[in-house]
């Protein structure tokens, strides 16, 4: 699967920024069909990190969340102001 098919957009909510500042995870939206490793590519790929661990959810929505734990060496609040969110 194509990395910008895979992530569709970060979420951005109070306790996902909560996130970001405590468990240094990131948020996204994903595609339905992503399985976990092609969202750890994706996320490795488009946003030079390394991925620790992926936990996704199915929300009421019918949205994919992707809750993303990246390796200690790399900071997630350095990716949510690159991508403008924090």
């Known amino acids: 699967m194509d990395p910008y098919?895979?992530?569709l957009?970060?979420?951005m909510?109070?306790?996902?920024?909560?996130m970001v500042e405590k468990e240094n995870?990131?948020?996204?939206?994903?595609?339905?069909?992503?399985?976990k490793a092609d969202i750890k590519r994706a996320v490795e790929v488009l946003y030079e990190v390394?991925?620790?661990?992926?936990?996704?959810?199915?929300?009421?929505?019918?949205?994919?969340k992707a809750f993303?734990?990246?390796?200690?060496?790399?900071?997630?609040?350095?990716?949510?102001i690159k991508l403008g969110i924090l």
């Open 68 to 80: 993303i734990k990246l390796k200690p060496e790399y900071k997630a609040a350095d990716v949510a």
């Open 13 to 18: 909510t109070e306790s996902a920024s909560l």
């Open 5 to 7: 098919d895979v992530i």
């Open 50 to 64: 390394r991925v620790k661990e992926i936990n996704t959810q199915i929300t009421p929505q019918g949205e994919k």
């Open 25 to 35: 995870k990131l948020v996204f939206v994903v595609n339905l069909k992503a399985g």
């Open 9 to 11: 957009y970060p979420m």
